[in-house]
T-cell receptor, first 114, second 112 residues
Framework: AQSVSQHNHHVILSEAASLELGCNYS??????LFWYVQYPGQHLQLLLK??????LVKGIKGFEAEFIKSKFSFNLRKPSVQWSDTAEYFC????????????FGSGTQLTVLP | DADVTQTPRNRITKTGKRIMLECSQT?????MYWYRQDPGLGLRLIYY???????NKGEISDGYSVSRQAQAKFSLSLESAIPNQTALYFC???????????FGPGTRLLVL
């Protein structure tokens, strides 16, 4: 079974600071990778996803993530955060193919100070 | 996403009571999922269904049951609620393989 680790449980940044949230997964085969965001009081929304191709994936709101297969990592980045980016961020992984079960990391709470 | 709705949005119940959480979707997706979210644990899969006749246990199915009444409806039941089932419950849907999951707004459940 796959597993996902998000090492940063809570990150506090000032506006305009750069962001990188770590995500590592454990699985022996090919995977699909996702980052979801949960704004306060709202449901999860997809930020970006990687299935194949260019390992640098661009998502909504200026976020991007890089899949590094050799490191089993899919870190989320944003060059300059805004107060409105305050939210909880979840990395998720699923095995490619017919067995479609998403496994989520424990989440990283990002607080951006104005 | 208004295409996936959950009722109720909030519920308080007592230990031992039976409770049902409902999920409906207008996205036309075949696949539906129930997750629970607990602080510091992320989301964990309870049950999932790939079509009306297909029900599968997820990571934490004990104490829960589900019913897929139609393509658009997937209900989660707690036959005898216990306090450690207090959590935020999310329903999600997806189309066939290689598709993103879309989440409902969540149901916040408190078991006293």
């Amino acid at each position: 079974a796959q597993s996902v680790s998000q090492h940063n449980h809570h990150v506090i940044l000032s506006e305009a600071a750069s962001l990188e949230l770590g995500c590592n997964y454990s699985y022996g085969g090919t995977v699909n990778l996702f980052w979801y965001v949960q704004y306060p009081g709202q449901h999860l929304q997809l930020l970006l996803k990687y299935f194949s191709g260019d390992p640098l994936v661009k998502g909504i709101k200026g976020f991007e993530a890089e899949f590094i297969k050799s490191k089993f990592s899919f870190n989320l980045r944003k060059p300059s955060v805004q107060w409105s980016d305050t939210a909880e961020y979840f990395c998720a992984v699923e095995p490619s193919g017919s067995a479609r079960q998403l496994t989520f990391g424990s989440g990283t709470q990002l607080t951006v100070l104005p | 996403d208004a295409d996936v709705t959950q009722t109720p949005r909030n519920r308080i119940t007592k230990t031992g009571k039976r409770i049902m959480l409902e999920c409906s979707q207008t996205k036309g997706h075949d696949r539906m999922y129930w997750y629970r979210q607990d602080p510091g644990l992320g989301l964990r899969l309870i049950y999932y269904s790939f079509d009306v006749k297909d029900i599968n246990k997820g990571e934490i199915s004990d104490g829960y049951s589900v019913s897929r009444q139609a393509q658009a409806k997937f209900s989660l039941s707690l036959e005898s609620a216990i306090p450690n089932q207090t959590a935020l419950y999310f329903c999600a849907t997806s189309a066939v393989a290689q598709e993103t999951q879309y989440f409902g707004p969540g149901t916040r459940l408190l078991v006293l």
